[in-house]
């Protein structure tokens, strides 16, 4: 079992930035694939970004390229979301998922990840 807690959510004006962290326990996550997802009240949950396990392959949905960055750092088994240039639109609840190491797989969607943290309230105001 891995749990997953995430924190850094808060409430940050538009321009802004903040940088969301997903410490494991329980397993290293070395070997998982990992994701942030979000979902903004009255929407469906979304995919915003994935990493693989060696870090080497990374994806962003469209909306945050060029804003957001994920990465991990293994000996902390932690990943991490860098959001930069914060727009109301990404108001959300942040989730970090894991999956454990696979060959392909439909890295946006949520039913690939096994686990899921609890989230964390990013609130950008205008």
């Known amino acids: 079992q891995v749990q997953l807690v995430e924190s850094g959510g808060e409430l940050v004006q538009a321009g802004g930035s903040l940088r969301l962290s997903c410490a494991a326990s329980g397993r290293t996550i070395r070997t998982y694939h990992m994701a942030w997802f979000r979902q903004a009240p009255g929407k469906e949950r979304e995919f915003v970004a994935a990493?693989?396990?060696?870090?080497?392959?990374?994806y962003y949905t469209d909306s945050v390229k060029g804003r957001f960055t994920i990465s991990r750092d293994n000996a902390k088994n932690t990943v991490y979301l860098q959001m930069n240039s914060l727009k109301p639109e990404d108001t959300a609840v942040y989730y970090c998922a894991a999956k454990p190491y696979s060959g392909n797989y439909h890295y946006t969607e949520g039913y690939e990840y096994n686990y899921w943290g609890q989230g964390t309230q990013v609130t950008v105001s205008s």
């Open positions: 990493i693989s396990w060696s870090g080497n392959t990374i």
